[in-house]
Every structure is written in C-alpha cells, then in structure tokens.
C-alpha cells in the first residue's frame, strides 16, 4: 500500500505527516527542506515526487509509506497501484492567510490578490473532487484541519482505522500542538 497525504498548500498535509511518523509509520522524505518558522517541525516532503507528471512510476518508491503529494500533483498518481489517501481541508481564507504570511516572511511582499487566488484553490479542489470520482481505486479519507486540531485523539483513530494499520493513535495525537495553529479565520 502506498499511502498519500495531500492537500492545498498550508491545509495541514505536514501536520499529518508528523502524526503518521509519530504513530509509527515510515515516511518517504528526503529532509532536503529544512524546519523554520512557517513550519518549526518540518514539511516531510519528497523532492522526486515534483517529477511525477513526466515519471509517475516514482511513486512505486513510497510502497509501504506515507508520502506527501500536494493536490496539484495528485492528477498524475498512475493507476495499477493501492493507494490510500488521506486528504487535509482547510477552510480558504485560512490557506491564503497563511501562505501570505509564508511570502512575507521569506521577502515576497507583492501578494497576490485574494480574491482571484481564491477562485483559483476552488477550481482546482473542484478539479481534484471530480478525479476522485472518477478514481474508485483510491480510498479516501477526508480530514479537516480545524476539527484535528480541537480534537486531535478521534481524528488519529480515524485515521488509524481508514489505514488499517496498527499505529500509536495517542502518540498521533499528541503530535498535533495546538499552538501551531496560526492565521485563524472566521
């Protein structure tokens, strides 16, 4: 099984991942991505998966793994695989507010308007949704940001279940630090 963690950027996709490795799965990272301060615990990426458009048999590296592909990359997971996806939503405002807050602090003080951006993340969720339709091969596990953060505990056993793995959920749980959740929204 190859286990996909995704999401829109700043959904929540490396909390997850963080969890996943506390319970005690295996993740595919390559570290290159160091901690800061936009994610003091790191971001549990995988460069190669950038490559998956032109080689989507690089996926075949993350059997028995969880690895993280963002959602605008999920359209090229190659069929003939068992994958399970865990999916993190988050609501928009908080996204753009905290990638405008990423920007900011690596320099880029020329933001984008909100609005346009906006429009832009709910066609491209909308894109994703009706490729998941179209892919019953590929379980799915929808978790939101918000409720994992109040109520990390249920959130890890759903999760836990969804995989069918023995994984410490209370360890799950106790990865997810509340005081991380910056750019709160109404």
Known sequence: ??????????????LMMQMLAAGGMTLLTDLERQPDIDNPRGYC??????Q???NPQFIDQAEGKAVKVISQLLLSIPTGRHYKLI????PLPEVLASQDEMLKRHGV???TDAVPLMEAFRDHLQDVRAWLEERSDIPLCRVGYRRLIHDPLPNAQAVCDF??????????????????YRNRRA
């Open 1 to 14: 099984m190859i286990t996909i963690v995704s999401g829109l950027p700043r959904s929540g996709t490396s």
């Open 45 to 50: 990426e995988w460069e190669p998966v950038k």
């Open 52 to 54: 998956l458009p032109r």
């Open 87 to 90: 999916f993190m939503e988050r």
């Open 109 to 111: 003080t020329d933001t």
């Open 163 to 180: 995989l069918g793995l023995e994984l410490d959920v209370k360890a799950m749980a106790a990865a997810v630090d509340p005081s991380l």
